[in-house]
């Protein structure tokens, strides 16, 4: 129940659309009855062989008014049941991305990437089943079914009560059987299939692996295995939903033969006129059509069930987005003055960055991934953060650009940032991370993520100043040449420098650098940072690094350890140090360089 509850908040600010979506169904269905009931009064009536066939106009004026008006009905109720139901999956899509955003720190290390895909793309595509087939059915249904009711007692009471019987057993008990016998194979459905889509995924990735280590066959069999899964799944639900209609047909057929075998009855006391027996048997065919869809949408309403449990997986595996939320220091209480002063401080001169007692814990169990940071990056000062593995410096950078919730105090210029929305924040930086994401677009759509509207010259300049404009000249489409998945087209080096050119693109004044020359060759990582320093003339630099040879052009060098600073001065005074953590790990940088070129 909580799942549905969850799934039906969607549905409250468009309680307005699905109760429009409700009528036109049920207003489908009655002109469908109308139209029946009409018809069997027509073809009783015109074979009396009426002495006028304007005796026959009524009916016949009615069969074409409920005809059309059927069709539109139906057409309009398609409409708008397809139009909320779209609205709604897009709220859903909207919202639980941007709760994948607010997790993305520690998504992938808990979950794999095919399993998101999976729920952020089929799983929520299957909610559409809640919204057409589970919500407005069964009230259409209700409806129809009191009137066909109120239609039949009029003529015989005992009539109307065992229709109405036959009704709740086909709109009730049936589907409801349906949904329990289904269940199971409803969650083993989408569990198999979510599984199949996950392992394809990682067969695709490692597909150069399994061909060199001869286990395409063996994966192939799991993947077989798993598609056998599948299709048993399938193959019970097939069954029960087919199972399902042969009873409801065979309920159908029943309650129609037991409202004619009491009209019967009352036709020979001339308490029902002959001539209307056949209409009412229409009017019962006709209203079981409101019930029809029902047992198929209580199949899919434990995938639908199962789609939705897999979804909130994924957001309540962070205590802070279980409630839609992430608490930052201070909250989101933004005023128009902070925003223009958020608005001065993205303007040169770089603002002043003060972080006093920062803290980030992923998870209530697990220890702080840092604990009490202080540290002040003046305009145009290139400071570094150095440390072993694990010791926190790209936390450092997920704070601060509040991809993961901490606390703390972060001031731009002496004004707390907590004023401010994520977005405005995040304003404030260019970022070039260590492995650097391009799309399957045009390089130019690359660039524009920094800058969208960003003119053909603004990309050249951008290109050009992160040494990368020999590059675009060598490419046959230029700026409009497609980089492949992941930008496979180029080089890791090129990669690096087309995303410095993003990050130039963006003119923030503070540009943080995550690893950006990690994996790269001496003489590509030279080039690198010879186009780095020179775009970041005029910015702030924080820059996290393992390599120190190289930093003694810092202004300033942190050492991280264990989610701390524990150490803070110039080049030349660690380096100095012999007792410091500095001076230790650059000897033994040193000593591996030495027995690699000796090597």
């Known amino acids: 129940m909580k799942n549905f509850t969850w799934l039906f908040r969607f549905l409250v600010p468009y309680k307005d659309r699905l109760a429009l979506a409700v009528l036109l169904g049920f207003l489908a269905i009655a002109a469908n009855v109308g139209l029946m009931g009409t018809s069997g009064y027509l073809i009783a009536a015109a074979a009396l062989h009426p002495s006028t066939i304007l005796l026959l106009w009524v009916p016949i004026v009615g069969v074409r008014f409920f005809g059309i008006a059927r069709s539109v009905f139906r057409y309009l109720e398609r409409l708008a049941s397809h139009d909320l139901t779209f609205r709604i999956l897009a709220q859903v899509r909207v919202w639980f991305y941007d709760r994948l955003e607010r997790l993305q720190r520690t998504l992938l290390q808990q979950h794999r990437s095919s399993d998101v895909l999976a ?7 299957s909610l559409q089943n809640l919204y057409l087939n589970v919500v407005a059915p069964p009230l259409v249904a209700i409806l129809v079914g009191l009137l066909s009711v109120i239609l039949i ?7 109307g009560v065992l229709f109405g019987v036959c009704y709740g057993i086909s709109g009730g008990l049936v589907p409801w059987l349906s949904l329990r016998l289904g269940e199971r194979a409803g969650v083993t459905q989408v569990s198999a299939r979510t599984e199949l889509q996950a392992q394809l995924g990682d067969a695709l990735a490692g597909m150069t692996e399994l061909l060199v280590d001869g286990r395409t066959e063996a994966y192939l069999a799991r993947l077989e295995e798993k598609q056998k899964q599948l299709t048993t799944a399938l193959r019970q639900r097939n069954t029960i939903v087919s199972v399902s209609a042969g009873t409801f047909v065979f309920i159908t057929n029943a309650s129609l033969w037991l409202t004619l075998f009491l009209l019967i009855p009352l036709v020979r006391v001339q308490h029902v006129p002959g001539v209307e027996v056949p209409s009412l048997l229409f009017i019962v065919l006709a209203s079981f059509e409101a019930v029809m ?18 979804i909130r997986k994924f957001v309540q595996s962070d205590e802070a987005a279980a409630d839609g939320t992430v608490e930052f220091s201070g909250g989101h209480t933004e005023t128009v003055g902070a925003v223009g002063v958020l608005g001065r401080l993205t303007k040169q001169p770089p603002p002043v960055l003060e972080v006093q007692d920062l803290r980030v814990r992923y998870s209530p169990d697990e220890p702080e991934a840092l604990r009490g940071i202080h540290l002040r990056l003046q305009p145009r000062e290139r400071m570094a953060v150095v440390g072993e593995s694990g010791s926190g410096k790209s936390t450092l950078i997920h704070a601060l650009l509040r ?45 524009r993520l920094a800058k969208p509207g960003a003119s053909l010259e603004e990309l050249r300049q951008a290109v050009g100043t992160a040494q990368a404009l020999d590059l675009m000249d060598k490419l046959t489409f230029g700026f409009e040449t497609v980089v492949g998945e992941g930008g496979t087209r180029f080089s890791g080096g090129e990669r690096q420098r087309l995303a410095l050119a993003r990050a130039i693109l963006r003119d923030a004044p503070i540009l943080l650098l995550d690893e950006p020359t990690r994996g790269l060759d001496a003489v590509t990582e030279m080039r690198f940072l010879e186009a780095l320093w020179r775009a970041a003339k005029d910015r702030s630099v924080l820059y996290i690094t393992h390599r120190l040879i190289g930093l003694e052009h810092m202004d300033t060098i942190l050492v991280m350890q264990n ?3 524990v150490e803070q001065g110039t080049y030349h005074e660690l380096a100095m140090r ?13 000593n591996q360089l030495n027995i690699a070129t000796n090597a």
Do not use: W
Not at 578 to 590: I, T, V, Y
């Open 119 to 125: 729920a952020a793309v089929t799983d929520v595509e």
């Open 153 to 159: 007692a009029r003529y015989s009471t005992l009539a």
């Open 293 to 310: 869809p029902l047992p198929a949408a209580m199949q899919a309403l434990s995938e639908t069930k199962a789609a939705a449990k897999r």
């Open 403 to 447: 991809l993961c919730p901490y606390e703390g105090h972060v001031f731009a210029d002496g004004v707390d940032t907590s004023c401010f929305d994520d977005e405005k924040v995040r304003n404030l930086f260019s970022v070039v991370t260590q492995d650097a994401f391009l799309f399957h677009v045009s390089v130019a759509d690359n660039l």
């Open 563 to 565: 989610g701390q600073i």
């Open 578 to 590: 012999p007792d410091s953590l500095f001076f230790q790990m650059l000897q033994l940088e040193r």
